[in-house]
Nanobody, 118 residues
C-alpha cells in the first residue's frame, strides 16, 4: 500500500502563497500519478490538480488554473502544490492522492488544512 503524508498547510491572507508537500512511501513503484484534492466545509471533495510522473504533465481545475502549480520530485517520492494568489474560497482541507495505472485514485493522505483569510 501507498502511504501519503501532506504538509505545508496553514493560515494565510488573501493574495498570499503556500506550498504543500506530499511524501509517498510504501509500495510506490507502480504509482503513475499524484493528485491534489480539497474539501471545503459543507462541500464535496473537488479535484485540484494532477501530476503524471512519466511525462511531467499536469492538469488543473479551472478554479485554480494560473494560480496553482503542481510538480514532483520522483527521487523523493514527493509532489508539491504551489499555491499563489490565494483566495478565501481556497480554504479547505487539501488531500494528496495517488493512483497506479488505472483511473482511480486509490490512496489518500490525511489532509492538511489551508485557511485563507480575507
Amino acid at each position: 500500500q501507498v502511504r501519503l503524508v501532506e504538509s505545508g498547510g496553514g493560515l494565510v491572507q488573501a493574495g498570499g502563497s503556500l506550498r504543500l508537500s506530499c511524501v509517498a512511501s510504501g509500495r510506490t513503484y507502480s504509482t503513475a500519478a499524484m493528485g491534489w484534492f480539497r474539501q471545503a466545509p459543507g462541500k464535496e471533495r473537488e479535484f485540484v490538480a494532477t501530476f503524471i510522473w512519466s511525462t511531467g504533465n499536469a492538469a488543473y481545475a479551472d478554479s485554480v488554473k494560473g494560480r496553482f502549480t503542481i510538480s514532483g520530485h520522483k527521487a523523493k517520492n514527493t509532489v508539491y502544490l504551489q499555491m499563489n494568489v490565494l483566495k478565501p474560497e481556497d480554504t479547505a482541507v487539501y488531500y494528496c492522492a495517488a493512483r497506479n495505472f488505472g483511473l482511480n485514485y486509490d490512496y489518500w493522505g490525511q489532509g492538511t488544512q489551508v485557511t485563507v483569510s480575507s
